[in-house]
């Protein structure tokens, strides 16, 4: 395993599609918020981890990673796409020698599938995680693509890097990399998977 990859966290979306109570990142998902899950799960693969994120969540964030590894982004702006996410990810950690990106609604991808990806990258510069044949999440970049990757702006993300360069396909038994939390049914989905309740958003 390769401790110089980091995990990007994606926590800077308006998450418009989520109609609950609070910011979905923020909502409780067995005993911690979303994006803590999230970033647990990803603290526990050993790889350092970089949250892209903007104030009102910062309360979600700010007990788990040093001020280093916190990049705030506005609440509103220009730096709101996922492209603009990504590129503030990795040069917050850009001396890495690869980067996993991982959105902040994911909270169930598993530290070994984590581990995975990023072992992917001695072979080729671009791996993500599949689950049975279907293309997930994390996506994982070669340090060879710094320069691509700082780049990127708007919402398009990286998804031109997967097109353009080698890429590799890491089979995992994890339906976690395929679970989001765009809405209250995948949030209840996801706290059913955990043994929570659904409908259940107290400690």
Known sequence: MNHDTAVVVLAAGAASRYKGERHKLAELLGGMSVLARTITQAQASGFPV???TTPVLLPEVADLLPARDIV???E???RRGMGDSIASGVTGRASASGWLI???D???VRP???RAVSDALEQQPVAFAQYRGRRGHPVGFGAELFSDLVRLQGDEGARR???RYPTAAVEVDDPGVLMDIDTV???DAARQRLGVPAGVSTF
Do not use: E, H, R
């Open 72 to 74: 705030l982004v506005p």
């Open 106 to 108: 994911m909270p169930l």
């Open 185 to 187: 049914a995948d949030l």
């Open 50 to 52: 970089v949250a892209v």
């Open 76 to 78: 509103a702006g220009p």
């Open 112 to 114: 070994d599938t984590l």
């Open 161 to 163: 890097l997967l097109a």
């Open 102 to 104: 991982l959105p902040g």
